[in-house]
């Protein structure tokens, strides 16, 4: 197994680059190929993937953080390295699993290539999961302290016998709210009594 590679580019390509370590170019498929430039040094945490009709692919990634997402979503069933890489293309490891421990549905289906059904089933097949690991701290992240602040208000609206899909709805609301504002835990739970109570007016 390749776990990682260190080299140079020598080259940039539409969905990837190439990368000469030591004499040898590897071709390794990246989320952005176009913020790398050539000649330049870098490490890539790698994954080797086999197709039984098309053989290997290797992925390479700037960060273990986008590794360790990358895995996660390729673990869902039917859904492969190729719409892993379009996600991870379109925004970072850390905006997913946040919009996977929101339930941000929304948020994912606005992706191109991501339709509503398959944001739903990301959704139900990775929140528990990326749930687990923020709180064994497996993923470390920026925003890990937004995550678990979001995580305790749905606690709190699950002790209150709010069901899944109006804690998800009342989450997807708070989160577009206050995207840019950090609120505190207890103005987060008087903000979603009031719309879940709005919502049942």
Not at 37 to 59: A, I, K, M, Q, V
Not at 163 to 174: D, G, H, N, V
Request: hydrophobic share 40%.
């Amino acid at each position: 197994m390749i776990d990682q590679l260190h080299g140079n580019i020598i080259a940039i390509k539409e969905k990837g680059l190439t990368l000469d370590v030591h004499g040898v170019g590897f071709a390794l498929h990246v989320t952005q190929p176009h913020q790398y430039t050539c000649n330049e040094g870098r490490l890539f945490f790698t994954y080797l993937h086999w197709h039984p009709d098309n053989g290997p692919s290797l992925y390479g990634f700037a960060t273990e953080l986008e590794r360790k997402v990358f895995l996660l979503i390729i673990d869902c069933p039917k859904i492969g390295p190729s719409i892993a890489n379009n996600i991870l293309s379109q925004l970072s490891a850390g905006h997913f699993l946040e919009l996977i421990a929101t339930a941000n549905q929304d948020g994912l289906s606005a992706l191109h290539g991501i339709g509503s059904k398959k944001a739903e089933q990301l959704i139900v097949e990775l929140k528990q999961k990326v749930q687990k690991l923020l709180k064994t701290g497996d993923i470390v992240v920026e925003q890990q302290q937004s995550f678990v602040l979001w995580q305790q208000l749905q606690d709190v609206l699950t002790s209150l016998n709010y069901s899944r899909q109006e804690i998800a709805k009342t989450t997807q609301y708070l989160t577009d709210k206050y995207d840019q504002e950090p609120q505190p835990l207890d103005h987060l739970i008087r903000a979603a009594l009031a719309f879940l109570s709005q919502k049942q007016a």
